[in-house]
């Protein structure tokens, strides 16, 4: 383990843990270990009992609060949720989020590199979220935490979450997830290909090779993210904010927002971990090899709240609705009114921190 977590840290310091030996993953292919990046907040005390692991999206990260700073491009991504006196109180709890296996805010994933020094690139063996999860519990492991107090996370991180809950019912006591699904569905498999196709179609892709070349797929990146965007947007969001409006420069202006996204993200983000993240979403199905969905959401013990967005059109409420009612006890799915669509579980904090409070009570 490098670089671990010791008392008196500074909160929202960069740390890694290192798996040296090999990991077989859900597929039968093998990783040669990894590093898993993450960050913390608060103290751990002295039974460990006051955990708290906070998972985010897809182009997310572990930082999940603080301010902009070295290695952080922006304020943490859930800041208004996280620190002392905020709704995780960071003055009675110890806050984990790691960064994804598969991504590229330091942890393990296609622009690492190997022991010879090459990029992994096309060579990176594909991942499922309960791979994600395996080497999240190998964290767990090293940090000494044996049950956390709450997991909670939306979309691809309420994937995690509910993955956590189903795979290791006895460590997770309370669960939060937003804006996920019990499986991936055709839908939103749909949508993730013509993202797929653009990255790969790029001519600077070279068949995920190209962290040597010079040249990266950014174009095929703005590409996906334009696409991904839209559906994290609500229809009428877009209509209300732009409508029709027209710029000097012969684009629309929901054009131009879209634009922008696109070239913020081709900056801080690496295409082939788009890919393999994607992808990893795209295989979410916590049913698979446990009997089917309703068994596996059989096995959650966790005091659980489900929620979804009323105008998200990429994850819909009916998913959120499906997922409440094959867990004991987690009774109606909540729901989170706002305009803004599935990006509404980063925005809408005041819905969120009052989702929270049964759980951490």
Known sequence: ??????????????????????????SGAELPGFSLAYETWGTLNADASNAVLIEHALTGDSHVAGPAGDGHPSAGWWDALVGPGRPIDTDAFFVVAPNVLGGC???????????????????????????????????????????WALVLGGS????????WAVEHPARVAALLVVAAPAAASADQIAWASPQLHAITADPHWHGGDYYDTGESPDSGLGIARRIAHVTYRSEPELEQRFGRTEQGDGRFAVESYLDHHAAKLAARFDAGSYVVLTRSMNS???GRDRGGIAAALSRITART???????DRLYPLAQSAELAGGIRGAGEAAVIHSPYGHDSFLIETAQVAALLKPLLA
Do not use: K
Not at 156 to 163: D, K, Q, V, W
Not at 305 to 311: E, H, L, Q, T
């Open 156 to 163: 691809m991180g309420g994937m995690r979450a509910l993955e």
């Open 1 to 26: 383990m490098t670089g671990a977590w010791r008392p008196g840290d500074p909160p929202g310091r960069r740390r890694w843990v290192i798996r040296h030996d090999a990991v077989r993953l859900e």
């Open 105 to 147: 805010q330091g942890s393990t994933g296609p622009s690492s590199v190997d022991d010879a020094g090459r990029a992994f690139g096309s060579r990176f063996p594909a991942l499922t979220i309960r791979d994600q999860v395996a080497a999240e519990t190998f964290l767990a492991d090293e940090l000494g935490i044996t049950r």
């Open 284 to 286: 979410h199905d916590v």
């Open 305 to 311: 709240v489900i929620a979804g967005v009323d105008s």
